[in-house]
């Protein structure tokens, strides 16, 4: 295996979070999470299918790769891709979880008490919050003064469905 | 085509499989393990998971073609980064359908049929929401619990969520 391979997997990550790094000083996008998948995952997809394919520019000479080696470079880099994007809603919104390890270790004592932990998370992990991301995503409409999903929506939760019924365990809790 | 690229081909084709090995070791494990939390049993698949690969490159890979010690560090070392990485992936992915707030909030509705919009906030309140989060927390042994109080105990998780206010530093997501 070529050991360049490596170094042009991690450059094109690189590369890909420079850019997410300026797009989001500049403006962050209510659709964060699809700007993301474009621009680590979409447009690096098929730029190196194209290559793959043509040998555009001659990128496999310049790179000194061939066909498979271009292969590897491009699972280097989704998988890295991929790990970041999975990563990334913790960072837009900080999960529950790590913020109470967070406030339990700066606290005072360095410990709580349940309802000092609730008191404190009061008002910063409202529900309300979650719906305006399924509704922006066009998951969920709001009718009548009901929630309803909308056809994505109803997709995505009867793959997780499915997913847990394949691992033979109920709904997770939330 | 060469020896060699065939092998190649033969890496390619087993890492992109990493997600279906992931999947059905953690579906074996997730029905042997019911007692244990739900993180750790998908932890332990992925585990096995590097076993399975190795085992994998050993019948497939390494006995085609004489590789020189230094390729075959290389090889493993490539197929350890890849798989590490899609596995984590894959780990988040479960993690969202055991944890996140909007996949059980779609899928109330789902089972509702249509939930009205007042019904959201008492099904799942702030203190339901910090009360799941320590049970977690005290199974995968982040948490300690004694005498009424809450402590850190690990210290994985804890790193993970000061690396993340720092990275929403640099993506200037506390100014907005």
Redesign the interface.
């Known amino acids: 295996?070529n050991?360049m391979?490596?170094l042009y997997g991690f450059l094109f990550f690189i590369i890909c979070l420079m850019i997410?790094?300026t797009v989001?000083?500049i403006k962050?996008s209510k659709i964060s999470a699809l700007l993301l998948v474009l621009i680590f995952v979409v447009i690096p997809g098929v730029g190196f299918s194209i290559v793959m394919l043509t040998d555009a520019g001659g990128i496999k000479d310049i790179l000194s790769t061939?066909a498979?080696?271009l292969?590897?470079i491009l699972?280097?880099h989704i998988?890295?891709s991929?790990?970041y994007?999975?990563?990334y809603?913790?960072?837009?919104a900080?999960?529950?979880?790590?913020?109470?390890?967070?406030i339990?270790?700066t606290s005072k004592e360095?410990?709580?008490?349940?309802e000092d932990?609730?008191k404190e998370?009061?008002?910063s992990?409202?529900?309300?919050t979650?719906?305006d991301?399924?509704r922006v995503y066009n998951?969920?409409s709001?009718k009548d003064?009901?929630?309803?999903?909308k056809p994505l929506?109803?997709l995505?939760?009867?793959i997780?469905?499915f997913?847990?019924k394949?691992?033979?365990?109920s709904?997770?809790?939330? | 085509m060469s020896e060699h690229?065939n092998s190649?081909?033969r890496?390619?084709i087993i890492?992109?499989c990493a997600p279906l090995i992931n999947?059905l070791l953690?579906?074996i494990l997730?029905?042997s393990f019911?007692n244990l939390s739900?993180q750790i049993v998908a932890i332990k698949s992925i585990f096995l998971g590097y076993i399975l690969l190795f085992l994998l490159l050993w019948l497939f890979v390494f006995p085609t073609v004489i590789y020189l010690p230094s390729?075959i560090v290389?090889?493993l070392?490539?197929c350890f980064?890849?798989y590490t990485?899609?596995s984590?992936?894959y780990f988040?992915?479960?993690n969202?359908?055991?944890?996140?707030?909007?996949?059980?909030?779609?899928?109330e509705?789902?089972k509702a049929?249509?939930?009205?919009?007042?019904n959201?906030?008492v099904l799942?309140?702030?203190?339901d929401?910090?009360?799941?989060?320590?049970k977690?927390?005290i199974a995968m042994k982040?948490?300690r619990y004694e005498d009424?109080?809450?402590?850190?105990h690990g210290k994985i998780?804890?790193i993970?969520?000061?690396v993340?206010?720092w990275?929403?530093k640099?993506?200037?997501?506390n100014e907005?």
């Open positions: 295996m050991p391979v490596f997410h790094i989001w000083r962050i061939n498979i080696e292969a590897e699972i280097l998988s890295l991929s790990a994007i999975a990563s809603p913790a960072a837009r900080i999960s529950p979880s790590l913020g109470i390890l967070l339990i270790k360095g410990k709580m008490t349940k932990i609730i998370y009061k008002g992990i409202r529900v309300p979650r719906f991301t399924l998951l969920v709001e003064a009901c929630y309803k999903l929506g109803k995505i939760i009867i997780f469905i997913y847990r394949l691992l033979g365990i709904a997770g809790s939330g | 690229m190649e081909i890496i390619v890492l992109s999947l953690h579906m997730a029905r019911r739900p390729h290389t090889i070392v490539y980064l890849v990485l899609l984590y992936t988040h992915f479960f969202m359908s055991e944890t996140a707030r909007r996949i059980r909030i779609l899928n509705i789902y049929g249509s939930l009205p919009i007042q959201m906030e799942y309140n702030t203190s929401i910090v009360d799941l989060r320590l977690r927390l982040q948490l009424g109080y809450y402590s850190l998780l804890y993970a969520g000061r993340i206010l990275w929403r640099v993506l200037g997501l907005k």
